[in-house]
């Protein structure tokens, strides 16, 4: 169409390809106008210079590996149309810092790419591996690459690992650092959402909340009970309440 065959030139003449994203579908759901603005603007800052294969579609985004210049970086994209924007409401409400945002569709899934990006941001200051945060515009947020040749880490579900009671060790002490520090909680703590290559890596934390947010307790406690019942498959784990009790306790 048209208007596709539009934005192709203009973006190639930014000097940035869209590979491997020609499905008529990816296209429709993913690279609608407002996302095509936000990549220009992204590009435009030199902050892409590429945009290559896609790596995981979601309920509500699409991640693409790209490039700046010899970095790595992962493009994920908040669908505007097709993203489950209803269940992001609740996440935001309770947040002090988006409690004001309110409204259409796209305002609410702008408001949640930067409430990603802003989790990412204190996840990493506060010393938890996580990708570290480099831009957002709009719905899309650019952040460090965990891979390797263009091939993402694996989703720990998939990972080859030595000592499961170790790892899990870790992800403890990462949930407990983001609440002492970060003064957030992930909120969707599986085995989906840390990348593993030699240590546990967190990511995905749009819906992760700040300490303030009336159900961040029983988020937590629900983080700990997924982490408990992946880990326990592989190794002894704790108990629930005496890990919470732990956690709250600083
Ligand atoms: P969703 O909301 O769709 O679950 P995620 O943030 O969990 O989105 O990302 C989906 C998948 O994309 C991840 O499981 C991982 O394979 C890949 N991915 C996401 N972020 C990165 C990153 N920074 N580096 C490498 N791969 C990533
Ligand atoms: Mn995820």
Redesign the pocket.
């Known amino acids: 169409n048209e208007e596709y065959e539009r934005f192709d030139r203009e973006i190639a003449e930014m000097g940035v390809k869209i590979k491997d994203a020609d499905s008529l579908k990816v296209r429709d759901d993913v690279f609608d106008e407002v996302t095509l603005i936000a990549l220009y603007k992204l590009v435009h800052r030199k902050l892409i210079s590429s945009i290559g294969g896609p790596?995981?579609?979601?309920?509500?985004?699409?991640?693409f590996?790209g490039e700046r210049g010899a970095q790595?970086?992962?493009i994920?994209i908040y669908r505007i149309q097709t993203g489950n924007f209803k269940a992001m409401t609740n996440y935001l409400a309770g947040d002090r810092r988006f409690s004001s945002v309110r409204g259409t569709r796209k305002g609410i899934i702008f408001a949640w790419t930067k409430k990603e990006f802003s989790n990412l941001a204190r996840a990493h200051e506060a010393g938890v591996p996580t990708?570290e945060p480099l831009a957002f515009d709009r719905n899309i947020l650019l952040?460090?690459?965990?891979?390797e040749d263009e091939i993402?880490?694996?989703?720990l579900r998939n990972a080859e690992v030595e000592d499961y009671g170790a790892v899990y060790n870790e992800i403890l002490a990462y949930v407990d650092l983001l609440y002492r520090e970060a003064r957030l909680v992930h909120a969707d703590l599986s085995e989906?959402?840390i990348?593993y290559h030699e240590k546990p890596y967190l990511?995905?934390?749009?819906q992760a909340v700040t300490l303030d947010h009336s159900q961040a307790h029983a988020f937590l406690v629900r983080d700990i009970r997924n982490l408990n019942r992946y880990f326990s498959r592989y190794c002894d784990v704790g108990d629930e309440e005496e890990i919470i009790a732990e956690i709250v306790s600083r």
């Open positions: 790596i995981s579609t979601g309920k509500e985004a699409n991640v590996y790595g970086i992962a994920k990708p952040m460090e690459f965990l891979g993402p880490y694996p989703q989906y959402n990348l990511i995905d934390m749009g």
